[in-house]
Nanobody, 124 residues
Framework: QVQLVESGGGLVQAGGSLRLSCAAS????????MGWFRQAPGKERRFVAA????????SYVDSVKGRFTISRDNAKNTVYLRMNGLKPGDTAVYYC?????????????????WGQGTQVTVSS
């Protein structure tokens, strides 16, 4: 049974930092591309960042470039999202997901399994 479990969310002031983690189990983590998405209240779930299976290539939505960093540790079956310079507009539930193509894909429909999400709230 595939499981993705996010952690690390919380309440932070604008300009602060958080590191999200997503622990995977149930299949060969190192074979799968991983992505982070977020969903704000009343809005669609949207792409944030993605990383290839080996970690050699990443993709980001323009609004987080230079502030967020996605990384992975295949020995620990975990993908991370380091978020610096947080803004109130980053407030959302953050989800991790995996894709069988092993690529840093940006389309939500390309992902197979999803975690339950972790709340990030940025106060002004």
């Amino acid at each position: 049974q595939v499981q993705l479990v996010e952690s690390g969310g919380g309440l932070v002031q604008a300009g602060g930092s958080l590191r999200l983690s997503c622990a995977a189990s149930g299949r060969a983590f190192s074979r799968y591309g991983m992505g982070w998405f977020r969903q704000a209240p009343g809005k669609e779930r949207r792409f944030v960042a993605a990383i290839t299976s080996g970690g050699g290539s990443t993709s980001y939505v323009d609004s987080v470039k230079g502030r967020f960093t996605i990384s992975r540790d295949n020995a620990k079956n975990t993908v991370y999202l380091r978020m610096n310079g947080l803004k109130p507009g980053d407030t959302a539930v953050y989800y991790c997901a995996d894709n069988t193509r092993g690529l840093a894909l940006i389309n939500r429909e390309s992902y197979d399994y999803w975690g339950q999400g972790t709340q990030v709230t940025v106060s002004s």
